[in-house]
């Protein structure tokens, strides 16, 4: 049996909130498979963004294990999983975070600045990525030039830019019209379909049920998967 | 190489969408900077200035200077059997101070040179046959006096460059030239020295302009000054000038001393003449100097100080705007260390480019001082490199701060950041 892509085991997380600790994640233990498209649902405040957080190396759990394809990912320095991040693991956010400063081109190619990737081989992949999500046209636009729907499609880009292992997308359609959010979820649904693994924070029935795996969160435990 | 490149643009962009707030925030620095290389080129200017005139006196010699007395003072000095600055001082200094080597004589004479055009009349003086090694004059053409035209008394004369061609043909070696109601036959001119810039600060001693110089054997020059009865009583073979050399440049304090003792002495405490050693000039210039330095330094570290302060300012600013920026690139793959190397960067660059901007306008200023002010100044590389290194390591110690603040943000809260 080949290693599971992820594997959380009994993992915790409390962030202090005034002098309170509140427990955000109370043992979460979960496999994803490589390939796999998993959606979290759950209401607000259950734990999803700092599972996903987790996963994608932003934070550290306070005890249990993360392992990446087996490999266990607590004791990396923060300079290791920045490297990792850059290279593995492509973020879609809800509010897009493009840097306004930059052009759809330049917001594209930042992950590879961090990734030791060469410049030419950068900007060949950065234009192909824009080209996939059908923004060649857009190339040297600010952000702020852009729509809400545009926007989302260069983080898009920007996060297969680097052929990330996984894609995490955290409510990525949430600020979106559902026009324009059913547009960009057939944008993730062909990257899954190409064969990346990816994790979907959603709302949305709907998304849920496109997915072949689900996890319902509640109070930081997955109260039911599917 | 690829990454610090990417990160100098990026630098360069934020400056430029900012660009009011990152000129003010040089503004500093720019002074800062101008202020330390004006200051340090004049500073500079009159060190090689007062080098120049050290070199000229030359840093073996001792100048002896005849001094004027007062009335009271002449009649205390006829008791004390003083007779003034001779020749004969020479000779016990020669006799009595082991470092000295060669000594020289000069003595002021006021004559009106006859026959030249223009109404400056040249100023002659009367020297031995050793002055012109002991400051070494150069003879371009013909030659200098011998001790035979000392000992002889002869009416022969050498003159500066200027003055030769002043006299255009009658300057001409072989010729005769009136000086009062003597003839001297010129036998040799002088190499033309460059002229020091006049100064405005007077040291003790000052250079003298050999160019627009008549000098005869010293010996002759007592035929000039006895033309009438009177001084003819009072003339002894009195020298305004005596200059001894010693061996070594490093003997020259110690001489000095020793001089000084045997003209106390020989002079039996009347202060007729007064004692000057370029070299300890020197070293009196380099005591202020060195105060100079200090209240600069003073300025400076000020100036640099305040300059840093505002650098640091607008790049707590400049992070603090640009938090959500440090978190999306923690999410795609910045290390801490990429994020305090671009923020060190920008402040780096901003100071970099205020330092050099600074230096434009202080060697603006310091030429504009030189041409105002009549001083002179002199803008060294070191100084340049010195007040770009200065602000460059201004940029480094205030932007680190900032830099890593900006690095040790929770990428996560930075993300959600408005």
Known sequence: MPTPLIQLRGVCKSYPIHDRRVDVLTGINLVVESGTFLSIMGPSGSGKSTLLNIIGTLDRPDSGEFLFNGKNMQSASDTQLSRFRSRTIGFVFQNFNLIPGLSVLNNVKLPFLYASVSRLSAEKRALEAIESVGLAHRMDHKPSELSGGEMQRVAIARAIAIQPSIILADEPTGNLDSKTGSEILSYIKALHDQGATVIIITHDQQVADYTQQRIHLLDGRIAERL | MNKTLSWIQLSFNSIFQHRLRSFLSMLGIIFGVMAVLTMISISEGAKKELLEQIERLGTKNIFIKAAQLTPSQKAAAVEKLSSGLTMADGSRILAGCSQAKLIAGLNEISAAVRGISGNESPQVVAVSPSYAGLMKILVARGRFFTPFDQMNHDMVCVIGNTLATRLGKNGNIGNLIRIEDHLFKIIGHLQEVDPLSPGKKKTAISVRNYNEMLMIPLGADGS????????????????????????????????????????????????????????????????????????????????????????????????????????????????????????????????????????????????????????????????VLLSVIMAVGVGIFFGLYPAVRASRMDPIIALRYE
């Open chain 2, 224 to 383: 000039i000054i006895a033309r009438d009865q009177e001084t003819q009583l009072s003339y002894h073979g009195g020298i305004t000038e005596l200059i001894v050399q010693v061996q070594d440049s490093d003997q020259v304090m110690a001489a000095g001393k020793v001089i000084h003792r045997i003209m106390e002495i020989a002079h039996n405490h009347v202060p007729d003449y007064q004692i000057v050693i370029p070299r300890a000039l020197f070293i009196q210039a380099r005591q202020t100097q060195k105060l100079f330095n200090m209240v600069l330094g003073a300025i400076a570290g000020i100036s640099l100080l305040v300059g840093g302060i505002g650098i640091m300012n607008i790049m707590l600013a400049t992070v603090y705007e640009r938090t959500r920026e440090i978190g999306i690139r923690r999410a795609v793959g910045a290390s801490r260390t990429d994020i305090v190397q671009q923020f060190l960067i920008e402040s780096i660059i901003l100071t970099f480019s205020g330092g050099l901007i600074g230096v434009v306008l202080g060697s603006a200023c310091a030429v504009v001082v030189s041409r105002i002010g009549q001083w002179q100044t002199l803008i060294t590389p070191w100084a």
